[in-house]
Every structure is written in structure tokens, then in C-alpha cells.
């Protein structure tokens, strides 16, 4: 027994013995530092391996239950972005305010052509009767000065002798004529005309005014300036030309107007109403500055008041052709609301979209109805440089002298005037124009010192106005003259520009200072100078800075959106 306890012992000493020498034989184990970063990916991969776990889990849970309940708990925060949907409900509030400031802006601009119209039929022939009864009594009172008649009423009597030739020239035109003969053509060809006429009629409007200011400045520009012009003639058929044919076309218009609301099926009138609808397509979608939506809405003025216009003129007409039977007029009454709602519409829509495309606030309607109350608070002064009726034709392209030369044929010959109670009636009518058009511009006036004092533009009343260089001779001579100048003497500043601010009033000119004509410059070679001069010219036009204030816009083409 003893000897199988020592086998034993002597196994087990065998096997430690052998265990140690094995030890031995393997490598030494050596210690192991691990840092974060192998902490980390450690954790991650088994983090991974619960979430691979977790998602095979939710496949194999998901259930149409389950997204129908998400998606209907499902929730968000809006003013985790609050200034994106306050920008939102500020734009919202601006269209809601545009068809209330855009109306008032175009009942004061209505009312502003409506005073330019009625002069023309109320003070304009007491002017020029008063300029006759002083040209008539001058020999007799004898010269108080050195002109025969002022530089207004040298205007006025151009005017009435304008009036007067083109009255009688259209006497020549048969409107019954033209009225079957526009009648007889197709729908779609009257819809091509009464386009290309309303193209016309801008174009007419955009040059129609630079005649007229061009023959009166020939009329009235002191003798002693040197000759720069064609002469008073010339210009004088042109305005006389001009003054026709733009009535003829505005003729053509209003008997195209006349047969649209004759027609059986009402099918041109409804096309010439969607063609207010095509406006908007051509102008919502264009970039606008503040002076092209300035621009825009002067020409949305014009074209209301021109409508009301001739929708008076086909209203005459019709009336004429039914007797004055007071039915007929309930007839057409349907038809002409529906016009002039079509053209409301067209323009609150059409501003409406174009504010909120570029960023405008409707407040900046009230600068333009300031801008066009500066006008006529400028033109009544004392020392004003323009008549009112013309500012408007500058500022809006309205030239009331056609309409109203059509306007008065339409009547004198649908009205016919018999016996000593027409010419009682006639009286009793002229002097209810005369105080409509008192009363309206005390109003206007009125209004109109208002709407300056809130923009706070009573100072810009006595600042003189800019002396204005048109053409690149016209530069050059300015420049020419600051170059010739003394050096102790320092060249005048610029004052700030606009069309509406007073000039003072200078009795004795020395040494005018004008421009060459570029006829004169035609005949010439231009020498190295004067190359240098108009390359200099062309530079300074390319990097022209734009108008930023509303005032110094003078004159409004508009054909296009770019005023520059």
C-alpha cells in the first residue's frame, strides 16, 4: 500500500515537473496597457453588435398599426425657425395691404389727370383769350418790357392754335367709315390691332411730349442765345402732326372698343379683357427696383384714366346711335363694369406679386404719392419752371391734347346744339367744368401739401434745380467750362437733383453759358481732345450710378421697365 501512495506521489511530481518545464518553454507573457481609444472601439463593436441584435428585433415587430400610429403622433416646432415663418406672415400681410395702398395711390393720380383734362377745356381757352386781348391792346398800352407776351402764355397760344388746326383737320376723318370697317373684319384680326394700337399709343406717348417741350423752348428762348435749334416753324408742324395722328390713333382705339361692345357673342370683348391678363404674365416674373415699380404704377394711372376715357367716348356713340334712350344705357352699363373691374383686378394682382417677388413693402406707395404731390406743390409757386399740366405728361406719359382734341370732336358731333336753350345749356355745362376743376385742384392742392409734409420734402421746394447735360456735346461744353476756370475760384457743387425743385430767377445773363448743337460738331472732324473727351463720356456712362430718388426721375418711358 505504501508503495502505490509513493507511485502516486511520484506521478504527481512528475506532471508539476513537466508542467513547469513547458512553462518555460513558451514565451514570456509581457503586460498589456490599453487606452481610451481602444476602450472606445470596443465598447462600439459591441454596441454594434446590440444594435444589428435590436434591428433584426424591430424588423421583425414592424406592422402597418405601428407606421399609421407614428404617423399620426408624430410631431414638430415652429419656432425652432421663427424668422422664416415671421418673413412669411409679414409677406402675407403685405399683399393683404397692396390693393388698399395701390388704390390710393391710384384714386390721387386719377384725380391728378383728371385736372390736366379739365384744363385743357376750362382755363386753357380763358389763358389763351386773355394772351390774345394782350397781344391785340399792345399797341395801344405800349411795351412794359422787353417780351411781348410771357413765356407761359407764348405756350398757351401754341397750344390753342395746335387745338384749334387739329380740330379742323379731323373733321376730314369719317368715324361712321372707319367704325364698318373696322366691323367688318375677323375677331382675331381686331384682337392683333387693338394690340399694336396699345403698342402705338405708348410709343406716341414716350416722343409725343419731347415735341411739344421742344417747341416751346424754341417758342420762348431768349434771342440773345446763339441759334441751336431748326426754328419755331418747323417744330411747330411737328407738334401739329404729332397732335393729329395721335388722335386718329386714339380714334381707332375707341371705335375698336365701340364694336367689341356691339358685337353679338361678346367674343372680342372678353379677348381684349384677357389681354389685361397676358400684362401680368409679362411683368410679374421680372426683376423691379423701387423706380420701376414707380414707373409701372405711373403708367397704370395713364392707362385707367385713358380707359375711362374711351369708355366714355363709346357710351356717346352708342347713346347717339339709340336716340338717348336712357335703356340702352342700362345695357351697356353690365359691359363697362366688367371692364373696369377686369382692370382693377389686373392691377392689384399684378403689384401685388411683384412686391412680394422683390421684396417690397407696400409703404413705399406713399412715397410715390408724395413724389407726385411734390409736382404740383412745385408748380404753383411763384417762380415755377413748368406748367403742372406738362409735369404730369413728364411724370406719368399722360398728353391730354389728343384725347381731349377727340374727346370734343366725339361730342360736337353726336350733340347737336339748336336754339337759345342749347346755348344756355352749353354755358350752364362749361361753367360746371369750370368749378369741378377749381374744386378738384383746391383739393389736390390741398392733399398734396399734406402728402409733402409727412415725407418731410418742404426743404427740396428751394433747392435749385440740376442743370441738366443730355448729350455728350452738352457734357464736354460743361466740361470745357469748369476747365477754363480760375484755379482761386472753386467750381460750383452738385446740388441734388430733381426735376421738381425752383430755379431762381435771373433778369440779366451776362455770359450764358449753353451748349453747341451737335449739328455744328457734324461738320467738324474731332480732333485728339475732343476723341479723349467722348471716350471719357462713354465711361462715365457705363459706370453711372442709378437714380436712387424718386424726383430726379423726369421722364417715364412706358414701353419698358429700365429707366436708366
Not at 367688318?184 to 414716350?206: H, P, T, W
Not at 472732324?525 to 424726383?551: C, M, N, V, W
Amino acid at each position: 500500500m505504501a508503495d502505490s501512495v509513493a507511485a502516486g506521489l511520484g506521478d504527481e511530481n512528475d506532471t508539476e515537473n513537466e508542467d513547469k518545464e513547458r512553462e518555460k518553454l513558451l514565451p514570456k507573457k509581457t503586460k498589456i496597457h490599453i487606452g481610451p481609444s481602444e476602450v472606445t472601439e470596443t465598447l462600439g463593436f459591441y454596441d454594434k453588435k446590440a444594435k444589428c441584435k435590436e434591428r433584426k428585433s424591430n424588423v421583425s415587430d414592424l406592422s402597418l398599426v405601428r407606421f399609421i400610429s407614428a404617423e399620426l403622433t408624430r410631431g414638430y416646432f415652429l419656432e425652432h425657425n421663427e424668422a422664416k415663418y415671421t418673413e412669411r406672415r409679414e409677406r402675407v400681410y403685405t399683399c393683404l395691404r397692396i390693393p388698399k395702398e395701390l388704390e390710393k395711390l391710384m384714386i390721387f393720380g386719377f384725380f391728378l389727370c383728371l385736372d390736366v383734362f379739365l384744363y385743357v377745356f376750362t382755363l386753357l381757352p380763358l389763358r389763351v383769350l386773355l394772351a390774345l386781348i394782350r397781344l391785340l391792346t399792345l399797341p395801344c398800352c405800349g411795351l412794359s418790357g422787353s417780351r411781348i407776351l410771357q413765356p407761359a402764355q407764348v405756350c398757351d397760344v401754341l397750344k390753342g392754335i395746335i387745338m384749334v388746326l387739329c380740330y379742323f383737320m379731323m373733321h376730314y376723318v369719317d368715324y361712321a367709315m372707319m367704325y364698318h370697317l373696322i366691323r367688318g373684319q375677323s375677331v382675331i384680326k381686331l384682337y392683333i390691332i387693338y394690340n399694336m394700337l396699345e403698342v402705338a399709343d405708348r410709343l406716341f406717348s414716350s416722343f409725343g411730349q419731347d415735341i411739344l417741350d421742344a417747341l416751346y423752348w424754341t417758342a420762348t428762348e431768349p434771342k440773345e442765345r446763339k441759334r441751336a435749334h431748326i426754328g419755331v416753324i418747323p417744330h411747330f408742324f411737328m407738334a401739329v402732326l404729332y397732335v393729329f395722328l395721335h388722335a386718329i390713333l386714339i380714334m381707332v382705339q375707341a371705335t375698336t372698343l365701340n364694336v367689341a361692345f356691339n358685337s353679338h357673342n361678346k367674343s372680342l370683348l372678353t379677348i381684349m379683357m384677357s389681354n389685361n391678363f397676358v400684362e401680368i404674365k409679362g411683368s410679374v416674373f421680372k426683376k423691379f427696383e423701387k423706380n420701376n415699380l414707380f414707373q409701372m404704377s405711373n403708367s397704370d394711372i395713364k392707362e385707367r384714366f385713358t380707359n375711362y376715357t374711351l369708355l366714355l367716348i363709346v357710351c356717346l356713340r352708342n347713346m347717339e346711335q339709340f336716340s338717348w334712350n336712357p335703356d340702352h344705357l342700362w345695357v351697356l352699363f353690365p359691359d363697362v363694369c366688367m371692364v373696369i373691374a377686369s382692370e382693377i383686378a389686373v392691377d392689384v394682382v399684378k403689384h401685388a406679386f411683384i412686391t412680394k417677388f422683390n421684396d417690397i413693402t407696400a409703404d413705399v406707395y406713399s412715397e410715390y404719392r408724395a413724389s407726385l404731390a411734390f409736382d404740383l406743390v412745385s408748380s404753383r409757386q411763384k417762380n415755377a419752371y413748368t406748367d403742372y399740366s406738362d409735369s404730369v405728361s413728364r411724370r406719368m406719359g399722360f398728353i391730354p391734347l389728343p384725347l381731349a382734341l377727340l374727346l370734343i370732336r366725339v361730342v360736337t358731333s353726336s350733340v347737336k346744339i339748336q336754339g337759345s336753350l342749347s346755348i344756355v345749356c352749353v354755358v350752364i355745362f362749361y361753367l360746371g367744368m369750370i368749378t369741378l376743376k377749381v374744386l378738384n385742384s383746391i383739393v389736390l392742392l390741398g392733399k398734396s401739401c399734406k402728402y409733402v409734409k409727412e415725407a418731410k420734402m418742404e426743404e427740396k421746394l428751394f433747392q435749385n434745380p440740376p442743370s441738366a447735360t443730355p448729350s455728350r456735346v452738352s457734357s464736354r461744353a460743361h466740361r470745357t467750362k469748369h476747365t477754363q476756370e480760375p484755379s482761386g475760384e472753386p467750381a460750383e457743387e452738385g446740388l441734388s437733383a430733381s426735376v421738381t425743385t425752383q430755379p431762381t430767377h435771373r433778369d440779366v445773363s451776362p455770359a450764358p453759358q449753353i451748349p453747341t448743337s451737335e449739328s455744328d460738331q457734324f461738320l467738324t472732324t474731332p480732333d485728339e481732345s475732343e476723341e479723349k473727351s467722348l471716350i471719357q463720356d462713354e465711361t462715365e456712362l457705363k459706370h453711372r450710378a442709378p437714380k436712387d430718388d424718386l424726383l430726379e426721375i423726369d421722364r417715364f418711358t412706358i414701353c419698358g421697365n429700365r429707366i436708366d
